[in-house]
């Protein structure tokens, strides 16, 4: 049995939502009267320029919340808190690699927010049109974000580790009026050249006009004439004021792509009034938050935990959010146990592989510190094995702070299924229980819940505000990823189970869906980019455990005919895949190959590659062999019925 953690009297005393009761009252509410759940919050907590006619309506698998109400997530980010002592309260607490500081109060955020909207104004883009941005974690990117949304103007951010091609996709297919980027930015010392990357993507995407350099390196880049512009030249003399669109609660908030089970990325859109109260609910629900906290969430914002918990969530809900700039291991290994020291952060949320990082690191850096700050860790983006989720609790918590393991997905808008850290008690590796009106269950193929603990498919039962309404330009695609398996239910794409007190356990991915450091990965994605290469003729790319970042891309290839000498073709084609998707999609491992195991009817059988590069590996306390095997088990099972 796993070790029970039930929450301090001392944490519960100040919690948000206190004991079980507190949470079972709140789920039953959500569960049996989710409109009026939803509508009361969504008065309470929201600012609308006009009240919705429908809370919810639903024609599967299309939802719309609030269909009708105006509002803007800019305004309720932003200019609401202007009205409150919250006025000059730091809203964006940065820090640069190199250590330069700022800090930006709501004030100063709603007068940089409304320039950069009438910058975009006057490039004459308006509510409809849709901007790629391409940035660095600087304060301007959640600017950026801010200005968009004030408008109108769909965003889609583009991680800045994507490479040019996988940017130029993007912007075809959004088919973007606009691209906002920075000439550069800091990693590990270096420079990032975002810009140049930009005008190889820019290559046949006739939809963007614009391109905005903001300059954060001074790096020398070439600005060709009428379509690039530098920022602060465009800033120059722009009015302050820049009243925020009324915008349909519906309208489409931002697209952000991640890897499906296709070499083609799934465009995830994301609109307003639904996703905003989810992402502001569960910063309360799940963060508990305090108007007095500091938020860190070490995510990118190119990410969607950077969009829901560096910028909507915290700043919705009037919290100081932190951002820092470069690699964790920057100088040294202690620079996040720096940071938390320097600005006393109190909420600290980070991913299973950056703590397996610093586990490996050692103790030495994180001793020494004055960490006495921090009341509550988070997690996000893989499964926590309980050896780091231990370490976490012991070394950087010091067994006082609880750690909410938060499932979710881009899909999903904001957390499912996590614990209330006042109510809910943890077990080491578990998410617990799903947030208020998240209706989770496991279940088999035909959509019956498994035992306890048994494993199965993790669905939700009814959509929730901050589902996804659909993917980009293909709503088709949209049911069939996610509603058309099992019927009538989201069906999450992980096998989990459900142990005797009804905890969740997140086994992993069923489909061709890696996850690497957090980080999702398609295989057909990788596969398609290695087939493009001129000595490959197949490829076969499968998850491999991995100590540290979960999984580990390992790729089968097959060559055509040639003289190859394979190591140095292996090294070349590493960099080609770097190239082609982006430097953390780089395979660890390429295996040169006579064949790949198929089906009758030609189908690549990845489960069997799936288990070679399984048992042949060093096992760490990561993954466990069983888990994955039930993984292999359930994909197989989906793919022969
Ligand atoms: O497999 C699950 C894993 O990450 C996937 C979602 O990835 P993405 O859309 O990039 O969003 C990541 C951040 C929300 C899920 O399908 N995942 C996410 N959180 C957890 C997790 N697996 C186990 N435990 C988690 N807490």
């Not at 009205?83 to 940065?94: E, F, G, M, S, Y």
């Not at 996590?418 to 008690?425: I, L, T, Y």
Request: charged share 25%; hydrophobic share 40%.
């Amino acid at each position: 049995m796993a070790n029970m953690y039930p929450p301090s009297p001392e944490f519960v005393k100040r919690a948000r939502v206190q004991g079980m009761e507190g949470y079972l009252a709140l789920y039953r509410k959500a569960a049996e009267q989710p409109e009026e759940f939803w509508g009361e919050l969504a008065e309470k907590e929201l600012e609308w320029f006009e009240k919705w006619s429908h809370v919810f309506e639903w024609n599967p698998p299309f939802a719309k919340w609030f269909a009708g109400g105006r509002l803007n997530a800019s305004y309720n980010c932003v200019d609401r808190h202007l009205a409150t002592h919250r006025k000059n309260k730091v809203a964006i607490l940065w820090e640069g690699e190199s250590g330069e500081q700022r800090q930006i109060s709501y004030q100063e955020l709603h007068r940089l927010v409304c320039r950069f909207a009438n910058v975009l104004k006057g490039r004459g883009l308006k509510a409809g049109d849709r901007a790629i941005i391409y940035m660095g974690m600087v304060p301007e990117l959640a600017v950026a974000l801010l200005a968009c949304a004030r408008l109108g103007i769909t965003h889609s951010v583009v991680f800045g580790g994507f490479s040019a091609e996988a940017l130029r996709a993007r912007i075809q297919d959004l088919e973007a009026q606009v691209v906002i980027t920075a000439d550069g930015a800091w990693r590990r010392g270096k420079e990032v050249r975002l810009k140049d990357a930009v005008d190889e993507s820019l290559a046949g995407c006739p939809s963007v006009r614009d391109v905005i350099v903001y300059r954060r390196v001074g790096a020398g880049v070439p600005m060709q004439e009428g379509r690039d512009h530098w920022w602060h030249e465009l800033d120059e003399g722009v009015s302050e004021v820049c009243p925020a669109e009324e915008l349909d609660s519906e309208h489409p908030l931002f697209v952000l792509y991640t890897s499906g089970t296709t070499g083609k990325p799934k465009g995830i859109v994301h609109t307003t009034g639904g996703y905003l109260l989810h992402t502001h609910m569960t910063m309360q629900w799940v963060f508990d938050l305090r108007d007095e906290d500091t938020f860190w969430c070490t995510a990118d914002i190119g990410w969607v935990t950077g969009h829901s918990y560096i910028v909507y969530g915290p700043l919705s809900a009037g919290a100081t959010t932190m951002m820092y700039e470069g690699a964790p291991d920057f100088p040294q290994p202690d620079r996040f146990w720096r940071l938390i020291e320097k600005y006393w952060v109190n909420i600290f949320y980070t991913s299973p592989t950056a703590i397996r990082a610093f586990i490996r690191q050692g103790d030495q850096w994180p001793n020494g510190h004055d960490m006495s700050s921090l009341r509550l860790l988070g997690s996000v983006g893989e499964p926590f094995n309980p050896a780091a989720w231990e370490w976490y609790y012991k070394m950087i918590g010091k067994e006082r702070c609880p750690i909410v393991d938060t499932w979710w997905q881009t899909e999903t808008g904001g957390i499912m299924i996590a614990p209330m850290p006042g109510a809910v008690p943890l077990k080491p590796g578990s998410g617990t229980l799903p947030i208020p009106g998240i209706l989770a269950d496991v279940v088999d193929l035909q959509g019956k819940p498994v035992e306890a603990n048994k494993e199965g498919f993790l669905i939700v039962r009814r959509p929730w505000p901050g589902i996804a309404r659909t993917l980009w330009k293909d709503s088709g695609r949209y049911r069939q990823a996610y509603w058309e398996r099992i019927e009538g239910v989201y069906l999450a794409g992980g096998a989990a189970r459900r142990d005797e007190d009804g905890y969740f356990w997140i086994l992993g991915r069923v489909d061709d869906v890696m996850n690497v450091s957090g980080h999702r990965l398609s295989t057909m994605e990788i596969e398609s980019a290695l087939v493009k290469h001129p000595a490959v003729a197949e490829a076969a790319v499968v998850g491999k455990p991995h100590e540290i970042t979960g999984q580990a891309v390992a790729c089968f290839v097959t060559l055509k005919k040639g003289n190859w000498n394979h190591d140095e073709l292996g090294e070349d084609l590493r960099k080609w895949v770097a190239h082609e998707i982006g430097s953390f999609a780089k395979p660890e491992q390429i295996r040169f190959t006579d064949s790949l195991p198929k089906t009758r009817s030609g189908k690549i059988m990845r489960r069997l590659l799936r288990e070679i590069v399984t048992s042949n590996s060093v096992t760490g306390d990561v993954t466990t062999l069983e888990d994955l095997s039930v993984v292999t088990r359930l994909s197989a099972q989906q793919d022969e019925d």
